[in-house]
């Protein structure tokens, strides 16, 4: 009859059961940390402390050469935790111990926690042919906490010699693995301080995650025998994944610290890093799941809504893993979204997981300046008379073209003009889909003078590329329509846009703009053409408060 005995490493103690003589063949169990999907991989500690718990495990250990079994164990675990070890024993036949073969060892850590129920007679073919299966950690129902059992793992040793002489023989370490992965959505909004306090730029939530159907496998074997560094089997689930919004996103003043950046972290520190910020309630955590593995590109789409009432407004920012196969059994991927409004851009930024090579050290100060012009006067429109200030009051902007069509000339808007010297790639940027940039492109005769103009719409963004010399960017801003806009406000922002991921800064520009201290936007505002048209011969008056709500400035 076979007996058990455990040996800790440390502190070193036995507890034996059965006869105290005979051959002992000892197992090293052994539970890596989890490992953080980038480019860069590395060891992170599994949290939370659940994630690394055993409550359940059973060994099995088998004659290689004629597939027969030496012992099977279920052993005490109180101590078998993720970071730690410890030795497993079993006694051996004179026979085992002097023949001294090859053997093959399989360890499952919390099956029960899986629908894994094997046992002492389990066979090696059982072994090979078991499945986590059902509803187990699939994309229906979502398992977004560790079961009461725990987080099934499991461990594989083939053809592996036992060593050793007389009565001490063991064979090498069984390292487990978790068969499942972590996905987390990680999200903040910017925000600035107001008498002391952090006021979110802007109204921002997540309206839904959508993860797209066809990469969570139906089910995955739970030793991975064969050379294939996957272990997936059944198809893959078709339908997505959707995961509802969450209540409110924490927001703080700077997004860009929660970046992953290779030449400060490492895939522990940044794992600290998120959970520290989740902890603190600067980032909010949504829709964590635990997934089969998978050899496929996990990919989606977030949709976030922007503002309230009528000015509320959705858009949609997509996500995709680096490359197949980074969602193997026992890994982490966290995405990081950052909304940061109307200071600096204008949708989630999904942290793209990218070779160490894509990293490197970065500046963010911008090299270069930028100066703005308008062409002759424009119309101004103040929204409730603030007394002694410009920040409640707009440019205008009504639709309107010199062909009376729908394009060339705008009629009802005014031409701005942007000098720029710049090293990095820059973005002029609408935050309102229901206005259009017009773009002005000029001709030059021999002596510097514009002979022709043509007029091209350019979307809600116009890209300016990097250059060593000055260069003029010319637009107009547009109401897509001459319909009654829902939402008749929208800001243009002048941003610097940084490689490899990092946030975008506004550049402020040369002086005060009209209804924006902060120098970092032109504010704008549809009261329609014949509004537009009506107030024409109403002047700025001298002093800081205008007797019309709205007026012509130079």
């Given at each position: 009859m076979l007996t058990l005995a455990a040996l800790l490493l440390l502190p070193l103690s036995c507890h034996r059961v059965g006869p105290e003589s005979g051959a002992r063949l000892d197992v090293l169990v052994y539970i890596p940390a989890q490992e953080l999907t980038r480019g860069e991989t590395?060891?992170?500690?599994a949290d939370p402390m659940t994630e690394?718990?055993?409550?359940?495990?059973?060994?099995?250990?088998?004659?290689?050469?004629?597939?027969?079994?030496?012992?099977?164990?279920?052993?005490?675990?109180?101590?078998l935790q993720s970071g730690t070890q410890e030795v497993f024993s079993i006694y051996i036949d004179d026979a085992t111990a002097t023949a001294k073969p090859n053997l093959d060892v399989y360890v499952l850590a919390n099956g029960p926690a899986g629908g894994i129920n094997l046992g002492a007679t389990a066979t090696s073919t059982d072994l090979k042919n078991a499945l986590l299966s059902g509803s187990y950690f699939s994309t229906s129902p979502l398992t977004g906490s560790v079961p009461e059992g725990g987080l099934p793992m499991s461990g594989f040793l083939a053809n592996k010699p036992m060593t050793g002489t007389g009565l001490s023989f063991s064979v090498s370490t069984v390292q487990l693995k978790r068969l499942v992965s972590k996905l987390r959505f990680v999200f903040c909004g910017m925000a600035e301080e107001t008498d002391g306090n952090l006021v979110p730029v802007d109204d921002f939530t997540v309206v839904s995650i959508t993860l797209n159907g066809g990469v969570i496998p139906n089910s995955e074997y739970v030793f991975n025998t064969s050379e294939d560094p996957y272990s997936v089997a059944g198809g893959y689930a078709v339908a997505n994944v959707v995961y509802s919004g969450p209540p409110s996103i924490a927001s703080n003043a700077a997004p860009g610290d929660y970046i992953y950046d290779s030449g400060k972290h490492t895939a522990q520190q940044y794992e600290d890093l998120i959970n520290t910020g989740i902890a603190s309630g600067l980032l909010t955590e949504w829709g964590r799941t635990y997934f089969r593995e998978s050899d496929k590109q996990l990919s989606g789409t977030i949709r976030y809504g922007i503002g309230t009432g009528a000015h509320y407004r959705e858009k949609s920012a997509p996500f995709e893993m680096a490359a197949a196969g980074d969602f193997a059994r026992n890994h982490s991927w966290i995405i990081y979204g950052y909304f940061l409004g109307g200071k600096l851009i204008l949708k989630p930024v999904i942290l793209p997981w990218l070779t160490e090579d894509t990293f490197g050290s970065y500046d963010y100060i911008t090299q270069g300046d930028t100066k703005m012009e308008y062409e002759e006067y424009y119309l101004r429109y103040d929204i409730d008379k603030e007394a002694n200030t410009w920040n409640d009051t707009?440019?205008?902007?009504?639709?309107?073209?010199?062909?009376?069509?729908?394009?060339?000339?705008?009629?009802?808007?005014?031409?701005?003009?942007?000098?720029?010297?710049?090293?990095s790639e820059l973005r002029v940027q609408l935050t309102n889909d229901e206005f259009v940039f017009v773009r002005m492109t000029p001709t030059f005769d021999g002596g510097g003078q514009i002979i022709s103009r043509t007029y091209t719409k350019s979307g809600q963004s116009i890209t300016i590329s990097p250059s060593g010399t000055s260069q003029k960017t010319y637009f107009?801003?547009?109401?897509?329509?001459?319909?009654?806009?829902?939402?008749?406000?929208?800001?243009?922002?002048?941003?610097?846009?940084?490689?490899?991921?990092?946030?975008?800064?506004?550049?402020?520009?040369?002086?005060?703009?009209?209804?924006?201290?902060?120098?970092?936007s032109i504010l704008l505002y549809n009261p329609g053409a014949a509004t537009y048209s009506a107030n024409l011969n109403n002047d700025k008056a001298s002093g800081s408060t205008q007797p019309y709500q709205y007026w012509l400035e130079p």
């Amino acid at each position: 009859m076979l007996t058990l005995a455990a040996l800790l490493l440390l502190p070193l103690s036995c507890h034996r059961v059965g006869p105290e003589s005979g051959a002992r063949l000892d197992v090293l169990v052994y539970i890596p940390a989890q490992e953080l999907t980038r480019g860069e991989t590395g060891s992170v500690t599994a949290d939370p402390m659940t994630e690394r718990m055993v409550y359940d495990l059973r060994i099995w250990i088998f004659n290689h050469q004629q597939d027969t079994l030496i012992g099977y164990l279920e052993p005490s675990v109180n101590n078998l935790q993720s970071g730690t070890q410890e030795v497993f024993s079993i006694y051996i036949d004179d026979a085992t111990a002097t023949a001294k073969p090859n053997l093959d060892v399989y360890v499952l850590a919390n099956g029960p926690a899986g629908g894994i129920n094997l046992g002492a007679t389990a066979t090696s073919t059982d072994l090979k042919n078991a499945l986590l299966s059902g509803s187990y950690f699939s994309t229906s129902p979502l398992t977004g906490s560790v079961p009461e059992g725990g987080l099934p793992m499991s461990g594989f040793l083939a053809n592996k010699p036992m060593t050793g002489t007389g009565l001490s023989f063991s064979v090498s370490t069984v390292q487990l693995k978790r068969l499942v992965s972590k996905l987390r959505f990680v999200f903040c909004g910017m925000a600035e301080e107001t008498d002391g306090n952090l006021v979110p730029v802007d109204d921002f939530t997540v309206v839904s995650i959508t993860l797209n159907g066809g990469v969570i496998p139906n089910s995955e074997y739970v030793f991975n025998t064969s050379e294939d560094p996957y272990s997936v089997a059944g198809g893959y689930a078709v339908a997505n994944v959707v995961y509802s919004g969450p209540p409110s996103i924490a927001s703080n003043a700077a997004p860009g610290d929660y970046i992953y950046d290779s030449g400060k972290h490492t895939a522990q520190q940044y794992e600290d890093l998120i959970n520290t910020g989740i902890a603190s309630g600067l980032l909010t955590e949504w829709g964590r799941t635990y997934f089969r593995e998978s050899d496929k590109q996990l990919s989606g789409t977030i949709r976030y809504g922007i503002g309230t009432g009528a000015h509320y407004r959705e858009k949609s920012a997509p996500f995709e893993m680096a490359a197949a196969g980074d969602f193997a059994r026992n890994h982490s991927w966290i995405i990081y979204g950052y909304f940061l409004g109307g200071k600096l851009i204008l949708k989630p930024v999904i942290l793209p997981w990218l070779t160490e090579d894509t990293f490197g050290s970065y500046d963010y100060i911008t090299q270069g300046d930028t100066k703005m012009e308008y062409e002759e006067y424009y119309l101004r429109y103040d929204i409730d008379k603030e007394a002694n200030t410009w920040n409640d009051t707009w440019m205008c902007t009504a639709y309107g073209y010199e062909s009376g069509g729908n394009e060339g000339r705008p009629i009802h808007a005014k031409m701005i003009t942007i000098t720029t010297l710049n090293s990095s790639e820059l973005r002029v940027q609408l935050t309102n889909d229901e206005f259009v940039f017009v773009r002005m492109t000029p001709t030059f005769d021999g002596g510097g003078q514009i002979i022709s103009r043509t007029y091209t719409k350019s979307g809600q963004s116009i890209t300016i590329s990097p250059s060593g010399t000055s260069q003029k960017t010319y637009f107009y801003v547009v109401p897509v329509s001459a319909a009654a806009p829902s939402d008749p406000y929208v800001k243009v922002i002048l941003t610097e846009i940084h490689s490899g991921g990092l946030p975008p800064e506004n550049i402020p520009f040369n002086h005060n703009l009209p209804g924006d201290e902060d120098h970092t936007s032109i504010l704008l505002y549809n009261p329609g053409a014949a509004t537009y048209s009506a107030n024409l011969n109403n002047d700025k008056a001298s002093g800081s408060t205008q007797p019309y709500q709205y007026w012509l400035e130079p």
